[in-house]
């Protein structure tokens, strides 16, 4: 039932930043079992539709549906129980403490506890369930013999590794990927490159990245947003001959 309605549906969206229009009636379907990936220069609004589409800032204007649900007026926690999961362009981790320590508080308030108010008198390590699910996770981004190492500790491709496997832990089937190559260094990005494209062969992937080959190898919709709107729509093919994102890409370069 869930798999006939659109994974992701926005409609005219818009959202400013005092005086700017940093969103502007921007549209968007996510069809279930297809992927999307999002290119366009710094400032086009891409991390700021993530936060509307998770609902981590409210929208000044229209309406985000999960799975034919609208969730325009719930909170982030209603998104994530719907199935949406994200990643952040900038760090987010608690960098003191462990990979497992990281994962294990990913998972709280996600269904991952035991189901009672004393669950949180329980040391953590007495939780099975949620001990063998940060164990799973932490196997799937290939942290498993890192989970007692802490988070500073890491190279910065395992942090991200780590930060993919927190928006895996809920078991997803929607993931928001800000920007997850950025940063990385060659090696490191092949195999984050790896990881997400098997992960799009079970999960529904609306990433921003700027690669094109990457894009290619992941799906064949591409969206380009520019000063806040979708510019264009199409096969990475379809966009590299586009003469709108020709112009935006080429200023960009001379800069
Ligand atoms: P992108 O991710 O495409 O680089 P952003 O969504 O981060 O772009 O930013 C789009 C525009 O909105 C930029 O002009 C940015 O400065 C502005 N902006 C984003 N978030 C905020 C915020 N929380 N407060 C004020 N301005 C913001
Ligand atoms: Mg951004």
New binding site residues.
């Given amino acids: 039932k869930k798999n006939r309605k659109p994974a992701l549906v926005v409609k005219n969206a818009s959202k400013s930043?005092?005086g700017?229009k940093?969103?502007d009636d921007v549209s968007l379907t996510i069809d279930s079992g297809r992927s999307r990936v999002m290119i366009?220069?710094?400032?086009?609004?891409?991390?700021?539709?993530?936060?509307l589409i998770t609902g981590e800032?409210p929208l000044d204007e229209g309406r985000v549906f999960i799975y034919g649900e609208d969730v325009t007026k719930k909170a982030v926690q209603r998104r994530s129980e719907l199935g949406l999961s994200r990643t952040y362009?900038i760090s987010n981790l608690f960098h003191e403490l462990t990979v497992k320590e990281n994962m294990y508080l990913a998972l709280q308030g996600k269904g991952w506890e035991l189901p009672n108010f004393f669950s949180f008198f329980i040391p953590w390590f007495k939780n099975e369930k949620r001990t063998s699910r940060v164990k799973e996770v932490a196997e799937s981004v290939a942290l498993e013999n890192k989970l007692d190492t802490l988070v500073s500790n890491l190279s910065h491709g395992e942090q991200r590794q780590l930060e993919l496997g927190i928006a895996l832990a809920p078991d997803p089937d929607i993931i928001l990927f800000?920007e997850p190559m950025a940063g990385l260094s060659p090696s490191e990005r092949v195999f984050m490159k790896k990881l997400i494209k098997r992960l799009a062969t079970e999960k529904i992937i609306l990433a921003?990245e700027h690669d094109m080959d990457f894009a290619l190898s992941l799906t064949n919709d591409v969206t380009v947003?520019h000063q806040?709107a979708t510019i264009a729509d199409g096969t990475p093919d379809e966009i590299k001959q586009n003469e709108d994102v020709r112009k935006i890409y080429k200023i960009q370069n001379t800069e």
């Fill in positions: 930043f005092g700017v940093a969103i366009g220069p710094n400032g086009a609004g891409k991390s700021t539709l993530f936060n800032i362009q800000d921003i947003l806040g």
